[in-house]
């Protein structure tokens, strides 16, 4: 019997990556989105948490972040949670 193949990651052009543009705008299930408010209180935001949220039935197993608003103090804590598979991602939870 033949040993499994590994697969190995395809080789990153890194330099491509860190030069990107970002542009401020949120996929959705029906294509970008316009989510301003949110991108208001991400930029310079204080990232708490950051991971896959527990026991939620969401596509890929979902992104959640918490995080502080720029200027708002620590107890003021924010949550967003996005949800993805092979056709993209899009937010599914925006609030406090």
Do not use: Q
């Amino acid at each position: 019997m033949d040993a499994p193949k590994i697969c190995k990651a395809e080789k990153v052009d890194s330099d491509r990556y860190r030069k990107a543009r970002i542009i401020e705008a949120l996929p959705g299930p029906d294509g970008p989105g316009g989510e301003n408010e949110l991108f208001e209180r991400l930029a310079g935001a204080t990232i708490c948490h950051i991971g896959m949220p527990e026991n939620l039935p969401l596509e890929g197993g979902g992104l959640a972040i918490d995080y502080v608003p720029s200027g708002e103090r620590g107890e003021v804590r924010c949550r967003v949670i996005f949800a993805f598979n092979e056709n993209g991602m899009w937010l599914v939870y925006n609030g406090r």
